[in-house]
Nanobody
């Protein structure tokens, strides 16, 4: 199993970014996916989840209305569209397979998002 995140970077407050997570090594369309983040000095937190077919999505209260999780099963990719970014969104963002693999699932290497003026 391999999860490769991309799309992070430096953005000004109020800006947008779209993160991607390319998955391989398993039947992607059979599994729900999650995005987590870990900010400096903070614990890792769940940001958003999406069901295997994409019909059920859940978000942390801190990102509701600003972030959108989506997936394209034909591309084995899950996305996180992040709008109206705030400095508090600064973190390393990780892709995760919550129901596949060892306890806690598989993880990507993460992509850094920095929101700063």
């Amino acid at each position: 199993v391999q999860l490769v995140e991309s799309g992070g970077g430096l953005v000004q407050p109020g800006g947008s970014l779209r993160l991607s997570c390319a998955a391989s090594g398993f039947t992607f369309s059979n599994y729900g996916m999650s995005w987590y983040r870990q900010g400096p000095g903070k614990e890792r937190e769940l940001v958003a989840t999406i069901s295997s077919a994409g019909g059920i999505r859940n978000y942390a209260d801190s990102v509701k209305g600003r972030f959108t999780i989506s997936r394209v099963n034909a591309k084995n990719t899950v996305y996180l569209q992040m709008n109206s970014l705030k400095p508090d969104d600064t973190a390393v963002y990780y892709c995760n397979t919550p129901t596949l693999g060892p306890a806690g699932g598989y993880w990507g290497q993460g992509t850094q998002v920095t929101v700063s003026s």
